[in-house]
């Protein structure tokens, strides 16, 4: 089988991670692969014969940049047609992805991946239900919430996106040494992840619970979070830590509690939360897309609704559970291995890949 997907691998993020994964298990699995990278760096993820690829430009700024993007992307197309795919995979919503999808045969079944739990029928969507043959959603619990809020005109089922390969901490000690709690954010700095409110509504309990909260990660919410800080004088309880690498992040996980997660819009399945499963950290997390229904599967996974009253009654009581011991990290890493781990992911692939169109048989 010929199989092109296309997706950006320019920065961090979950997608990005599941993007770079599914070409690798595609290639492993031997078949013929095109793999179109959307990036301003013209990284390629192989560099190698065997496997096709093509960098279209991810943000272009002046008009010679959009004009040049739009010349790569009309030039991918007519490569892409040549190579034939019988299937076509989309990762992220973008133009260049449905241009490309329009230019291919109709014998190209054309799968458009969707990790918003909240999708509406914007004109991203309208493009993608006259283009597209089906949409893989992240989550089974998506199924519904896609047919009600976006259309009922397009055949919709589970897809699972793939995590980043997890390797164990090479500090495997007992951390736990005195009464603190440590806390920790993986992630994009971004408004919808909810880190300036959670500081605000939960001020009271970080500075008179002992305990620490570590951020990691960039984005353009970093000033606001930082202001916040400062105006609550937080600074001795909550730190902005900045980059992580992925060889560091094994380590850095481990070291801390639990992690918190307090989006208030824009999330599926983040990935992160997976991974904190992996190592057997609790999170705190907000109860909003895909989250709830993981948390069914894993007791690990304390959600609460983010409003003001909620959020300070239920990290309250997180934090009682965290200095109780009443998680056991144990049972998290085992409902991670058995249901949520990219070997369990690849076999949901392997299945559709044997038959597409019959897999989409919503």
């Known amino acids: 089988m010929k199989i092109v997907i296309i997706g950006n691998n320019d920065h961090k993020g979950g997608l990005i991670v599941h993007y770079e994964y599914l070409a690798k298990f595609l290639k492993n699995n031997n078949f013929e692969l095109f793999c179109i990278n959307i990036n301003n760096s013209g990284y390629s993820i192989f560099d190698c014969e065997e496997v096709k690829e093509y960098s279209i430009p991810y943000k272009p700024i002046s008009i010679i940049d959009k004009i040049a993007k739009l010349l790569k992307v009309l030039k991918c197309s007519i490569r892409i047609r040549k190579f034939d795919p019988d299937l076509y995979i989309s990762t992220g919503l973008g133009y260049s992805n449905i241009f490309i999808a329009k230019a291919l045969k109709s014998s190209t079944f054309k799968i458009q991946q969707e990790v918003i739990f909240d999708a509406t029928l914007d004109n991203f969507r309208k493009n993608i239900i006259k283009t597209f043959d089906v949409v893989a959603v ?59 409110e959670f500081l605000k509504n ?44 992925d060889e560091d992040f094994p380590n850095l996980i481990y070291s ?34 895909s989250i709830p229904e993981l948390s069914k599967e894993c007791h690990g996974i304390y959600i609460s609704e983010f409003d003001k009253h909620n959020q ?51």
């Open 138 to 196: 992240q989550t089974e619990s998506m199924i519904d919430n896609f047919k009600l809020n976006v259309s009922k005109n397009i055949k919709v089922e589970y897809l699972p996106c793939f995590t980043r390969s997890m390797i164990s901490p090479s500090n495997s000690i007992n951390i736990k040494k005195n009464h603190n709690i440590n806390l920790s954010y993986f992630g994009r700095l971004a408004p919808n992840k909810g880190l300036t």
């Open 202 to 245: 939960t001020k009271e309990i970080l500075l008179s619970e002992q305990i620490t909260l570590d951020i990691y990660g960039k984005g353009n919410e970093y000033t606001n979070i930082k202001n916040t800080i400062e105006k609550y004088s937080l600074g001795q309880n909550v730190r902005l830590r900045g980059y992580y690498s």
């Open 256 to 289: 801390y509690d639990a992690l918190i997660l307090p989006s208030l819009y824009n999330e599926g399945l983040p990935l992160v939360l997976l991974e904190s499963m992996f190592y057997g950290k609790p999170v705190f997390a907000s109860k909003m897309g």
């Open 312 to 362: 300070i009654k239920n990290f309250s009581e997180f934090i009682l559970k965290l200095r109780s011991n009443s998680f056991d990290s144990k049972s998290i890493k085992k409902v991670h291995d058995e249901k949520f781990s990219n070997q369990s992911f690849e076999k949901v692939w392997k299945n559709m890949l044997k038959s597409p169109k019959q897999y989409f048989k919503n």
